[in-house]
């Protein structure tokens, strides 16, 4: 059973930056991939980013395109976040799972691993 540790996320003013950090308690080996998902309030959680860990492959949700990057060294996966708006407030979650194909990445059914969520708020 892999584990997932956050990290990271705060209060923050709007054109600020962040960065969360998600480690796992053990290798996802090279099939690997880990994710981030956010759920605004009031809200369904919806995808953010992504990588797999054999190349570095990486997929972004439209509206963190050009401000958000995701990147993974040894167990851990981190998610700059950049620019910030209000509408980035929501509770991050970090994923991981093995096996995943490059079409499932931004699919949350895909994750077997699930962190514990960590609050990012953007004030205006």
């Known amino acids: 059973q892999v584990q997932l540790v956050e990290s990271g996320g705060g209060l923050v003013q709007a054109g600020g930056s962040l960065t969360l950090s998600c480690s796992a308690s053990?290798?996802?080996?090279?099939?690997?991939?880990m994710g981030w998902f956010r759920q605004p309030p009031g809200q369904e959680r919806e995808f953010v980013a992504a990588?797999?860990?054999?190349?570095?492959t990486t997929r972004y949700a439209d509206s963190v395109k050009g401000r958000f990057t995701i990147s993974r060294d040894k167990n851990t996966a981190r998610l700059q976040l950049n620019s910030l708006k209000p509408e980035d407030t929501a509770v991050y979650y970090c994923?991981?799972?093995?096996?995943?194909?490059?079409?499932?990445?931004?699919?949350?059914?895909?994750?077997?691993?699930w962190g514990q969520g960590t609050q990012v708020t953007v004030s205006s």
């Open positions: 994923s991981a799972g093995t096996g995943i194909i490059l079409s499932s990445l931004t699919s949350a059914s895909a994750y077997k691993y």
């Open positions: 053990e290798s996802l080996r090279n099939s690997g991939a």
């Open positions: 990588i797999r860990w054999n190349g570095g």
